[in-house]
């Protein structure tokens, strides 16, 4: 395996463990013990350690080591705008073509969502597919660097199932927009959607 590989493997299960409480907000990384518990030595570990730092996953603290980034407000209020605008961006960087052939795909996930044992897995689904066509790597690159800061608030917006119910609909009109060729529309409805989430999360 290479040291490249390895280094994304460790990126991931490290997100993986900060974004399902393992390595809880404020926690500081004991890199010692965690390059034992994943059979690694410290060099790519830390490597994996700065990377997630330079996207805001971790904090790099002077004397401290790695900690994970502390929950904050202000964050929220930063990211789900701005996760919004670049989704919304990446359907304009969509051919008409290509999200033609989205609203049947988007729908059938929709309907996974309301018996769905984890929601926000099937929710980042469902903008996985949206997205998927855009014709600029770059952009979805971007989207898929930042959205790892949003989960941690995700539990709290996807608890209640009356919120659910309204998800789903905002979703469903968002795969009626394209299916009718309204771009506008659909870029509209997104940006509503990311900004509804966010207003739901501030009360919980």
């Excluded at 690159?141 to 539990?155: A, F, G, H, N």
């Excluded at 927009?177 to 999360?201: E, F, I, M, P, Q």
Aim: overall charge negative.
């Amino acid at each position: 395996m290479s040291k490249r590989l390895l280094r994304g493997e460790l990126v991931e299960e490290i997100t993986a463990r900060v974004l399902d409480g393992r390595l809880p907000a404020d926690a500081r990384i004991n890199e010692v013990h965690l390059a034992a518990e994943l059979g690694v030595s410290r060099t790519p570990l830390r490597e994996a350690l700065i990377g997630l730092a330079d996207r805001g996953l971790l904090v790099a603290a002077p004397g401290r080591g790695f900690l994970v980034a502390p929950f904050d407000p202000d964050e929220a209020r930063r990211l789900y705008p701005l996760i919004a605008e670049l989704e919304a961006l990446a359907l304009r960087w969509t051919s008409p073509l290509e999200l033609a052939s989205l609203p049947d795909a988007l729908d059938s996930i929709a309907d996974e969502m309301t018996a769905s044992a984890d929601l926000p897995a099937t929710d980042d689904r469902w903008h996985e597919l949206l997205t998927s066509r855009c014709a600029n790597p770059h952009l979805l690159r971007l989207i898929e660097q930042t959205k790892p800061l949003l989960k941690r608030y995700e539990t709290a917006y996807f608890s209640g199932r009356d919120r659910l119910a309204e998800s789903v609909a905002e979703h469903r009109e968002i795969a009626d927009a394209l299916r009718a060729d309204d771009l506008t529309g659909a870029s509209a409805l997104l940006v509503r959607n990311w900004v509804k989430a966010l207003s739901y999360l501030k009360r919980s």
